[in-house]
T-cell receptor, first 114, second 113 residues
Framework: GAGVSQSPSNKVTEKGKDVELRCDPISGHTALYWYRQSLGQGLEFLIYFQGNSAPDKSGLPSDRFSAERTGGSVSTLTIQRTQQEDSAVYLC????????????FGPGTRLTVL | QQQVKQSPQSLIVQKGGIPIINCAYENTAFDYFPWYQQFPGKGPALLIA?????SEKKEGRFTISFNKSAKQFSLHIMDSQPGDSATYFC????????????FGPGTRLSVLP
C-alpha cells in the first residue's frame, strides 16, 4: 500500500474488555514495530517483528498485551482486560532494515478505556 | 545506556526564529540518528537523519549538528514558520532491531506568527 495503515483510528472501550488493534504495514516491509504514546509523552517500544524471526516482546508492559503478525504482513495487537492506564495512542511502524533505517509510521489508534 | 535524552521539553519562538533542540546519548554503538516530526493526530514522520561520519547535515531549513566526541546531536530550524509547530523526536539506533531503536521524549515546538 501507499503507507502504513491502522484501524480503528479511535477505540473507546470499557474497563475489563478486550481490544484488538490492527496494523497494515507497507507492502514488502519485513520489520514491524508497535509503540505506545501516552498523552504528551514519547514513544514507548512494545514489540518488534522481523521476518520469520521470533518477535522481540521485551517492551510489552504486562501479560495482558500480546501481538501477532500473520504471513509476515498484517499485525494485530491485543490488549486483554483493559485498564484505564492502557489509554494511549498505539502506533505501528514498518521498514525493511536491509534497505533503510527509516521507520514509516501509521496514523495510530487512539484507545480510550472508560 | 539505551536512553536518549532530549531538551527542552517545550519551546516557543517567534516566526523567523531559530529553535534548537538538543539530544544526548550514551551508547557508542548507535550509528543512526534520525529526527521525527509529529503533528497532532498523526504518526511521526522522518524529517532528517545523520550518521556519525559527518558533523552536519542540512536539508532545506532543517540542519542536524552532530558531535561524536560529546555524544550529542541537535536540530536547528532556520527561519521557523507557524507550520513548523509540532512535536519533534530525536532517536538513535544501531542494527535497527527491536529495542536498539530508541526515541527521545520529544519537544513540543510552537512558532508564533
Amino acid at each position: 500500500g501507499a503507507g502504513v495503515s491502522q484501524s480503528p483510528s479511535n477505540k473507546v472501550t470499557e474497563k475489563g474488555k478486550d481490544v484488538e488493534l490492527r496494523c497494515d504495514p507497507i507492502s514488502g516491509h519485513t520489520a514491524l514495530y508497535w509503540y505506545r504514546q501516552s498523552l504528551g509523552q514519547g514513544l514507548e517500544f512494545l514489540i518488534y517483528f522481523q521476518g520469520n524471526s521470533a518477535p522481540d516482546k521485551s517492551g510489552l508492559p504486562s501479560d495482558r498485551f500480546s501481538a501477532e503478525r500473520t504471513g509476515g504482513s498484517v499485525s494485530t495487537l491485543t490488549i486483554q482486560r483493559t485498564q484505564q492506564e492502557d489509554s494511549a495512542v498505539y502506533l505501528c511502524a514498518s521498514n525493511s532494515p536491509d534497505l533503510t533505517d527509516t521507520q514509516y509510521f501509521g496514523p495510530g489508534t487512539r484507545l480510550t478505556v472508560l | 545506556q539505551q536512553q536518549v535524552k532530549q531538551s527542552p521539553q517545550s519551546l516557543i519562538v517567534q516566526k523567523g526564529g531559530i529553535p534548537i533542540i538538543n539530544c544526548a546519548y550514551e551508547n557508542t554503538a548507535f550509528d543512526y540518528f534520525p529526527w521525527y516530526q509529529q503533528f497532532p493526530g498523526k504518526g511521526p514522520a522522518l524529517l532528517i537523519a545523520i550518521r556519525p561520519d559527518v558533523s552536519e547535515k542540512k536539508e532545506g531549513r532543517f540542519t542536524i549538528s552532530f558531535n561524536k566526541s560529546a555524544k550529542q546531536f541537535s536540530l536547528h530550524i532556520m527561519d521557523s514558520q507557524p507550520g513548523d509547530s509540532a512535536t519533534y523526536f530525536c532517536a538513535a539506533s544501531f542494527g535497527n532491531y527491536g529495542q536498539n531503536f530508541v526515541f527521545g521524549p520529544g519537544t513540543r515546538l510552537s512558532v508564533l506568527p
